[in-house]
């Protein structure tokens, strides 16, 4: 896999690098600001872009405007967007229109190295990879108002971790489960909730999102 | 320069005054700042007389009011004129600056701006102020001028003597300008020998040396109706003041709190992420899951995460001492010396602070200290430096001085004019003088208590 690094922070920048190369991916650039990065992926393609949503010259959002400009002028790259605090209206706009190759972690999901390589394997294949810690907030703030009630205990596991992007066989291998145990909770999730049926993973993490932003 | 040398140049520096005072170019600039005030004077009190009495004599009818007023409102507007006129000639001349009167409200409609302007404090105090001037000013300048011209006059009195009994010897030129002892044609004795014209000399002496007084006498009245009459020294100005000096230590207060957050945004936070990562790797190398066990390279990444959290630490405590270092709770002599040893360039230290400020103020004066060192290091290309910390008049004086290349200055948005506004929070004041070729020195002054 083939990937560009975008993060001003020379220390996390070659944690990264290190990180990257020791599970045989290629590190094509390392850049610390949103100039660089928009010139590293056009002149390399990489497969995936990770990027940092604070970089200079105002450290607010440059990062994440660079990752949508990114979006639109290279579809088939990937973006992962990292920061150190979620902001959910970031996420929102990331997924805005679709929720193909497109993730938001954390950056303390950087010490997490097997779910941050995975995470960032899902986005290089056009899936999606939503934090965690997002997908609590979503589903604690919004949860009470929706029919979340309605949904057992493992379906709320199940929906959480559908909302990451996870597919069906990465959830049933993380609560250890079988693929056709969380395919009929899937199922009874969008039956229960009034989600239409969607095709891939990353439409779902989608159809998730809307109905809890309505 | 040791104590008893330093305490000699004490004892002995009124006297030297005295001696200097005469040639001295503060001397010189009372002189022209008086004789530049009174023709100023004179002709701002009359441009401002005629509009005010005509405005006033025209308001008391019925017909001229309007005219009135706005002739009272255009001498308003003169004085306000004369009064910045002043103002620029007295710190130009005089070093005395004076605090800017804030402009009032403009008040709506014609009316309602014609009604500010009446109300406008600043208007009447400069009619005040040149009216109270006037006799000030020419008395003043006039005796000022007597003096100098009498001590002139008999300084060179053997050239006039001896030019003026030259002249005598041809009798119906009996009294020449100089063979009496005034300028003037009226009174004085008569010189006839040599010997007198010398004595007449000596009486210079005094002279000379009493006229700088005189017009520091004069300029000391005139100061005192600048600051009193001229500048109103009224609550409602000092209410401004501490509201906008308020103003600034909330936002001071704000600034220091996200460079604080960013330092650990930037610093500490990215490190310790780098550090659990190098660890998780670690952990995969010895064997936490199936993959290969490496332990050479989980050594490595041990060492290099141990190496990161050393200098974590490090960071950390450099953040810290930044927010309050734990030297000031020995007080400031100690805090200050261990900023002088720090420094790059030799810093001599003098500190004599027998009661401790509250410990805000010994927090301004420490970081004041310590950028001020950082900027002797970082822009002046100084070989020595002094640090001085003394108690002067239940004030706390700090005075920083280098012999370097000079040219510090307090531009809008730099370094030492946020000092300055940092120090103006806590009614402190923070003067820098330093010419182009150095040396500088700037000090700072604070009040014991915030």
Redo the contacts between chains.
């Keep these: 896999m083939r990937v560009v690094i975008a993060e001003?922070?020379a220390?996390?920048r070659?944690?990264?690098v290190?990180?990257l190369a020791?599970r045989g991916h290629e590190v094509c650039a390392a850049v610390a600001d949103a100039g660089s990065l928009v010139a590293a992926v056009r002149e390399e393609r990489p497969d995936v872009a990770v990027v940092d949503i604070?970089m200079p010259p105002t450290?607010t959002d440059e990062g994440l405007r660079a990752a949508l400009e990114l979006r639109s002028e290279f579809p088939e790259t990937g973006v992962l967007v990292f920061s150190?605090y979620i902001e959910t209206r970031y996420a929102a706009r990331l997924l805005e229109r679709n929720a193909a190759g497109v993730g938001y972690l954390l950056?303390?999901r950087?010490?997490?190295?097997?779910d941050f390589t995975a995470a960032l394997e899902r986005v290089a294949a056009g899936g999606t990879a939503l934090d965690p810690e997002v997908v609590r907030q979503l589903l604690a703030v919004r949860g009470a108002v929706s029919g979340l009630a309605a949904l057992t205990a493992r379906e709320r596991d199940v929906l959480a971790l559908m909302a990451e992007g996870r597919s069906n066989t990465a959830i049933a291998a993380a609560l250890v489960i079988t693929d056709g145990a969380v395919e009929k909770h899937v199922a009874s999730i969008f039956g229960k909730l009034g989600l239409e049926k969607s095709g891939s993973d990353n439409r779902r993490v989608l159809a998730v999102l809307q109905y809890f932003n309505r | 320069m040791s104590e008893r040398a330093r305490d000699d140049r004490r004892a002995w520096s009124p006297l030297l005054a005295v001696i200097r005072a005469p040639v001295s170019n503060r001397t010189w600039r009372e002189v022209l700042y008086c004789l530049a005030g009174l023709p100023a004077g004179l002709a701002g009190f009359l441009a401002v007389l005629v509009p005010l009495a005509a405005g006033a004599a025209l308001s008391a009818s019925v017909v001229g009011a309007f005219l009135g007023v706005l002739l009272l409102v255009a001498a308003l507007n003169i004085a306000i004129g004369a009064g910045s006129l002043f103002r620029g000639l007295a710190s130009g001349l005089i070093a005395v600056t004076l605090p800017e009167a804030p402009k009032p409200a403009r008040g709506s409609g014609v009316l309602g701006r014609l009604e500010a302007r009446l109300r406008d404090g600043r208007g009447w105090r400069s009619v005040a102020y040149l009216a109270a001037r006037l006799p000030v000013g020419s008395l003043g300048s006039g005796l000022i001028l007597a003096v100098w011209t009498y001590a002139l006059f008999f300084l060179t009195y053997p050239l006039w003597w001896n030019a003026a009994t030259r002249q005598a010897l041809e009798p119906h030129r009996r009294h020449g300008l100089s063979s009496v002892l005034t300028p003037f044609p009226a009174g004085g004795a008569r010189i006839t020998t040599a010997g007198g014209a010398f004595e007449v000399m000596l009486l210079a002496l005094p002279l000379l040396l009493l006229a700088p007084w005189v017009g520091r006498g004069v300029v000391a009245l005139d100061t005192w109706l600048l600051r009193h009459v001229l500048t109103s020294a009224s609550l409602a100005s000092r209410v401004r003041e501490l509201e906008e000096s308020r103003a600034l230590a909330v936002d001071d207060a704000a600034a220091r709190l996200r460079r604080v957050e960013r330092d650990l945004h930037d610093g500490a936070q990215a490190r310790l992420v780098a550090i659990a990562m190098t660890l998780g790797m670690a952990r995969e190398k010895l064997g936490a899951d199936d993959a290969g066990v490496d332990p050479a390279r989980a050594r490595e990444l041990v060492d290099s995460a141990h190496a990161g959290l050393k200098e974590a630490v490090s960071e950390l405590r450099d953040l810290a001492r930044g927010i309050h270092p734990p030297v000031l709770d020995n007080g400031l002599p100690d805090a200050l010396t261990t900023l002088a040893a720090q420094s790059a360039v030799p810093v001599g230290h003098f500190v004599d602070v027998p009661r401790r400020p509250t410990a805000s103020i010994e927090a301004i004066a420490y970081f004041c200290a310590a950028e001020l060192i950082a900027n002797v290091g970082k822009h002046s290309g100084a070989s020595a430096a002094a640090l001085e910390a003394h108690l002067v008049d239940d004030d706390l004086r700090l005075r920083v001085w280098d012999n370097g290349c000079g040219g510090a200055a307090a531009l809008p948005g730099g370094g030492l004019a946020g000092l300055g506004e940092r120090i103006r929070t806590v009614d402190g004041a923070l003067e820098i003088s330093s010419p182009r070729g150095g040396p500088t020195t700037i000090v700072v002054r604070l009040p014991m208590h915030a």
């Design positions: 001003d922070s220390v996390l070659e944690g990264l290190q990180l020791d604070r450290h150190q950056k303390d950087v010490a997490d190295v097997a």
